[in-house]
């Protein structure tokens, strides 16, 4: 059996940089992932209309300067083939794939107490053994397809929007079916229509969605980026999101504080609607915090799709209703309510007929047959705990984290769970994660992580996991903050709340105090010598 310092699993982009920080480090060092090559989400999401929807200049790597000055983005925010490409030029750049297993996926990880080794075992049968393990298996990698009747019937071609094939689907004079109207499926409709002979789209609730307003990178914007990357980089490592204000107009100091949206007269609100866009609900101080002034906000969003959508029918059908604006991930889009004006897009709402099941030609409905040639799943992913889940992990006392986590995830900072010592997660539940520029937080994870598997090895120090106590905690912590959110509102039915997959606890699983908090936290942390961590000493030391 094959022995390292460190198996990392996953070769996305927390992956790729662990093992350029671990590699750096003088240790040995084994990536398993289960694709051909890197880039995790941006590999595996090719569907027609991915791409980022935050600036790419601010969703890269700060680790390089030279990578940062050198690297060019065509787009304001770039598409998944640009980002893919930025991924294998990393992987290529720091000679990264001979560390990296391909097409291998792990199955188990064990933790051996008496050696204080973690053994990993994968599809192909081989087993490693290592000091750390480190879970890079991403928050949204595990595609969700439900399990309708039938599914397996269909006799067309069928794709996930997560697991979309390397050579582009031929969309041309096809008839074309759709469920899901989230993130990617608001983001493949508008694509997929100007191809498709006919686009059904299968909508269970419809989504509030804002304009991306995506356009070309001009040099300007560029040359100030990479004139003022150092101070964009540290703006965006302590702010909420893990967004710098580097573009954004600097606050006027004498402009009046943020008023409530409850005391604005409906015109003033129209106006503000008008002349900024939906990021005028990001001006009143209550949008957010305040179910009733939410309430008064998705009232101005539902006039707003009255006025893009032709036929009232379809309109009133894609209002959302009944659930707060900011319960779930933010959507933008591109040309989404138009591309329900074209005659070759057919919208049919899932609440008043809800999909019985798939058949060889179609799908049927409670009330309707529908037949198609090609049906993509734009469903979502099992998220945060999935990827995880999928892998038999069990720590000490042959416990498996499946069971440790039965009623929602349970762990310290999400980087760490007691009793799997010397494994780490990233991006795991309990941090910002995926309530972030997902690439901060990835590269604050992975630095704590390196730097903490340094003071292990300078110290003697065996093995490191976090205490009960810390970790009960903290998981309060995680609670409390999004506790009066629009995440945790009753009404809200997100996948931040495990909300999409039949039977998961219902537990909201990111951090939600904000990337600058957390990583002050996570530097206190370390500054009191990894205080609410159990360090164990070697047996020798
Ligand atoms: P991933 O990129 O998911 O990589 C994890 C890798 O682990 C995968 O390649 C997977 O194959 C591998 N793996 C998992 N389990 C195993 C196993 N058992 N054995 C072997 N390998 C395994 N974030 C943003 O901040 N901004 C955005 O605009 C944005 N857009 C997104 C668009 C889409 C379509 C999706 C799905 C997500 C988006 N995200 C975005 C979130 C995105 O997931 C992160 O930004 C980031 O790419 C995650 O990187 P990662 O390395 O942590 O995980
Ligand atoms: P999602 O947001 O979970 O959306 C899934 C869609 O499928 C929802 O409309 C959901 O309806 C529907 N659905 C699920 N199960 C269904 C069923 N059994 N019957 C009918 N409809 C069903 O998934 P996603 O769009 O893939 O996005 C996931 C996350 O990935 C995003 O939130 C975001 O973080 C990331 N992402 C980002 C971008 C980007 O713009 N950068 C693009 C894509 C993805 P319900 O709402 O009723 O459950």
């Given amino acids: ?39 995790g989400t941006w590999y595996w999401n090719r569907y027609p209309g991915a791409r980022c929807d935050v600036p790419t200049m601010e969703y890269s790597y700060s680790f390089s300067e030279e990578l940062e000055q050198q690297w060019r983005w065509p787009e304001v925010m770039s598409a998944q083939p640009e980002i893919l490409e930025y991924a294998n030029h990393v992987a290529d750049r720091f ?93 493949a409709i508008p694509v997929i229509a100007e191809e498709a002979l006919h686009l059904t789209v299968f909508q269970r609730t419809p989504v509030y969605t804002f304009p991306a307003n995506n356009h070309p990178l001009n040099t300007k914007t560029e040359s100030r980026y990479k004139e003022n990357y150092l ?39 129209r106006e503000a609607l008008h002349d900024i866009g939906f990021s005028a609900f990001r001006t009143y101080s209550d ?43 933010q959507v933008f889009d591109t040309d989404y309510y138009e591309a329900f004006n074209r005659d070759n897009v057919t919208l049919v709402d899932l609440t008043a007929n809800p999909i019985e099941c798939i058949t060889p030609l179609g799908l049927r409905t409670r009330q309707d047959e529908y037949k198609f040639d090609i049906l993509i799943y734009a469903t979502g992913f099992d998220a945060m705990t999935g990827a995880l889940n999928k892998i038999d992990i069990r720590g000490k006392q042959g416990q498996t984290l499946v069971n440790k986590w039965a009623d929602g995830p349970v762990a310290y900072l999400g980087l760490q769970v007691h009793g799997f010592p010397n494994l780490f997660t990233i991006t795991g539940p309990g941090s910002p994660s995926v309530l972030s520029n997902v690439l901060v937080s990835i590269e604050q994870h992975v630095e704590w992580i390196s730097d903490c598997i340094e003071y292990l090895g300078k110290h003697q120090i065996r093995e490191i996991e976090p205490t009960t106590d810390a970790e009960e905690t903290w ?60 360090l164990s000493p070697e047996v020798n030391g």
């Fill in 475 to 534: 998981v309060e912590h995680v609670n409390q903050v999004a506790k009066g959110t629009m995440f945790t509102a009753p009404t809200c039915n997100s996948w931040y709340l495990g909300a999409n997959i039949p039977g998961k606890t219902r537990v909201f699983m990111p951090y939600v105090g904000g990337v600058g908090r957390y990583r002050k936290k996570c530097e206190e942390v370390v500054t009191s010598n990894y205080e609410g961590f159990t």
């Fill in 287 to 329: 949008v957010y915090t305040n179910i009733e002034a939410n309430e008064v906000a998705c009232n101005l969003y539902r006039d707003t799709v009255e006025q893009l959508v032709n036929d009232p029918d379809v309109a009133e059908k894609l209002k959302p209703r009944g659930y707060p604006i900011g319960c779930k991930r």
């Fill in 1 to 39: 059996m094959k022995e390292f310092d460190v198996v990392v699993v996953g070769a996305g982009f927390a992956g790729m940089y662990m093992l350029y920080r671990l590699r750096r480090m003088g240790l040995s060092v084994l990536v398993i992932e289960t694709a051909d090559d890197v880039g």
């Fill in 95 to 187: 000679d990264l794939r001979r560390d990296i297993q391909f097409c291998t996926r792990v199955t188990s990880a064990v933790f051996d107490e008496n050696a204080s080794r973690w053994e990993v075992v994968t599809d192909r049968d081989k087993h490693y053994r290592c000091r750390f393990c480190i879970m890079a298996t991403g928050c949204l990698s595990a595609p969700n397809v439900p399990d309708f009747d039938g599914k397996d019937e269909f006799e067309g071609s069928s794709y996930h929007t997560g697991l979309w094939p390397k050579d582009a689907v031929d969309f041309n004079g096809k008839q074309v079916a759709i469920i899901g109207t989230g993130s990617s499926g608001v983001q």
């Fill in 231 to 269: 101070q964009v980089r540290h703006m965006q490592r302590y702010s909420p999101v893990g967004m710098s204000t580097f573009m954004l107009p600097k606050p006027n100091p004498d402009a009046p504080p943020p008023s409530s949206i409850l005391d604005t007269s409906e015109e003033e609100r």
